[in-house]
């Protein structure tokens, strides 16, 4: 679960200003789509704008034009009545080709009216070439001690960074670069997360699993909102306003592309669901199918409700499972909300020093090595 729900107001960014009546052209395009969205949520009067002569998008603006396309005579004076008309002081275009003659002609059209993004093109590029440098970063060879598999090429890796990177969460730089490298080297065994919420981690980890021949991956979440608080009030409130039914469609719905026999869920507390877990374990759930799991734990992910009994629960139920050579990741051991997790895994790392073989903490999460 997330260990923190809280919000802030964001300033508007620089290409909105509040309260501003903004012009989408072509308006009917999924990213048009989205940019009105983000538009109207900071304030902004959109107006789309279409040269179909019926576009289903229609409904979704303020305001709506009919614009002859680009390349009419008619294309320019029309526009200039439409931005005079609403009072449109900024133009968006995703379309690379109108973005460009806009780029062109704007100024002319209509003085004093602005283009948002001029180059969508160059800029979702550049957000590729962003991708792949983040991809080339991450721990030096030879740090986590000797790999039994190889690492991602950059290229891959950039592709595996984007699909968890489309999922909201709280996993952070520090812990995705750890677990690229702790799961090139765990043992064979199942791959157990205790707490997905809507599945940003789960997807790193099922890649992963894949990507190195590991066993599946099984995520433990009650979804339930008696299973939220964790003593901090300002916590706790913003659980009270969390759809727990909706985080587990949202669940379904990043997981289910990735998960392909190899990724199921039970929908219980952890220390619950532990009883049932063994070698032989079935679980069928409608979106994800049948999945079948060893009863051996390679890599246990641990980071559900942050109090300490809740933790210190889980902890208990699950790290019996986990096979030699594997390994303990409990979440959030820095956490500016409470020192649950930290309590628990210190209390851990003092009981079992004879089994360990590596433990550090990077980001915010403790990672601990069982020796073979």
């Known amino acids: 679960m997330p260990s923190s729900a809280t919000s802030a107001a964001v300033a508007a960014p620089a290409w909105l200003q509040p309260a501003e009546t903004v012009l989408v052209f072509p308006a009917g395009l999924p990213d048009s789509l989205r940019f009105r969205a983000e538009a109207a949520a900071r304030g902004a009067v959109v107006v789309g704008a279409s040269s179909l002569s019926f576009d289903p998008a229609a409904g979704a603006y303020d305001a709506w034009e009919t614009l002859p396309y680009i390349h009419e005579a008619g294309f320019a004076p029309a526009l200039a009545d439409a931005i005079g008309r609403h009072g449109v002081r900024a133009v968006h275009s995703p379309h690379e080709v109108v973005s460009g003659v806009l780029a062109e002609r704007l100024g002319d059209i209509a003085p004093g009216v602005r283009l948002i993004t001029a180059n969508p093109m160059m800029k979702a590029e550049q957000a590729y070439r962003d991708l792949l440098a983040r991809a080339g970063r991450g721990y030096p060879?030879?740090?986590?001690?000797?790999?039994?598999?190889?690492?991602?090429?950059?290229?891959?890796?950039?592709?595996?960074?984007?699909?968890?990177?489309?999922?909201?969460?709280?996993?952070?730089?520090?812990?995705?670069?750890?677990?690229?490298?702790?799961?090139?080297?765990?043992?064979?065994?199942?791959?157990?997360?205790?707490?997905?919420?809507?599945?940003?981690?789960?997807?790193?980890?099922?890649?992963?699993?894949?990507?190195?021949?590991l066993g599946p991956v099984l995520c433990v979440d009650p979804w339930r909102a008696e299973n939220l608080p964790q003593g901090v009030e300002v916590l706790d409130a913003a659980s009270a306003r969390m759809d727990v039914d909706e985080a587990l469609r949202i669940f379904q719905i990043n997981l289910s592309p990735l998960a392909g026999g190899r990724l199921n869920y039970i929908r219980k507390p952890a220390a619950e669901a532990a009883k049932a877990y063994g070698p032989g374990l079935a679980v069928e759930t409608e979106v994800f199918g049948r999945t079948g799991y060893g009863g051996r734990i390679s890599v246990l992910h641990i980071d559900g409700n942050h109090a300490y009994?809740?933790?210190?629960?889980?902890?208990?139920?699950?790290?019996?499972?986990?096979?030699?050579?594997?390994?303990?990741?409990?979440?959030?051991?820095?956490?500016?909300?409470?020192?649950?997790?930290?309590?628990?895994?210190?209390?851990?790392?003092?009981?079992?020093?004879?089994?360990?073989?590596l433990s550090f903490v990077t980001g915010t999460a403790l990672f601990i090595r069982l020796a073979d």
């Open 141 to 213: 060879e030879g740090v986590f001690g000797p790999a039994a598999r190889p690492a991602p090429s950059a290229v891959e890796r950039a592709g595996i960074l984007r699909i968890v990177d489309a999922i909201p969460g709280m996993t952070d730089g520090d812990k995705i670069d750890a677990l690229f490298e702790v799961m090139r080297r765990a043992p064979a065994g199942d791959i157990v997360e205790i707490g997905s919420w809507w599945g940003r981690s789960a997807a790193l980890l099922v890649l992963l699993a894949q990507r190195h021949g």
């Open 309 to 357: 009994e809740n933790v210190l629960a889980d902890s208990e139920a699950w790290t019996p499972h986990v096979a030699p050579g594997g390994w303990i990741v409990f979440d959030d051991y820095v956490w500016a909300f409470g020192d649950g997790p930290r309590r628990v895994g210190d209390d851990w790392l003092a009981r079992n020093a004879h089994r360990i073989d």
